[in-house]
């Protein structure tokens, strides 16, 4: 089956990029009506998320080391000049820890938190009519094709953070355009982490989902985007985590052409 070939919305791109945002939104609504999850949810996340927060507080301790590092070329520069330039570098360490530190957390909370998340996903597709062509995939099997999916998306952001790292660098454009396309890039692969749940269930891997969801890109960027934004915010990764989840489900199911109205 070419899996690009799949019916999608016609409407424009701006409004399939906020109607990936409302995925989110309904997510978000989906996970607050089964109070019987919510704590199981949050508790994966909590767990990464006190490991991460320690990470990223070492992080600042040292960045201005870090930051006198990557710029020995400053050395010799008058105080104010370097200063300058080492301020923008702390500030491209801290971007790039950004991006990575938000897609390492959610490999390391889905993979933590796999049951629960694939419960989770499960009963947002109960809501919407079942899972077609579900197959049964053992929870070893799936965990490994997890960990591995997610080991290929981080090794595949670092690649492309390295660049926006330099790019960091230019004045104004490092400060401007460069967070954009961060956040652009990793609500993209974010997206394609988030809905590896309902993609395993139907049999499928991460060239599929990725086929899937390039197609309506749009969608995708919308609903990562938001997720992505929303992991910055204090706590945010750890409270929405488990919604993201719940609304990931609805973006595959609409990836796949399927339902995604209450039954």
Known sequence: MDVTS????VTGPASRFFSGVGLLLRGIGLYVRSPGLMLLGVVPALISGVLFAVAFVTLFY???DLAALVTPFADDWSAAWRSLARVVAGLAIVGLAGLLGVLTFTAVTLIIGDPFYEKISERVEDRL??????VEVPFW???RQSIRDSLRLVAVSALVGVPLFAAGFIPVVGQTVVPVLGAAVGGWFLALELVGAAFYRRGMGLPERRALLRADRPTALGFGVAVFVCFLIPLGAV???PAAVAGATLLARRSLGQSVEEV
């Open 62 to 64: 040292f960045v201005d």
């Open 6 to 9: 799949i019916a999608r919305p």
């Open 141 to 143: 099997a799936s965990l």
């Open 129 to 134: 009519g079942g899972t077609p062509g579900a």
């Open 239 to 241: 409270l929405i985590m």
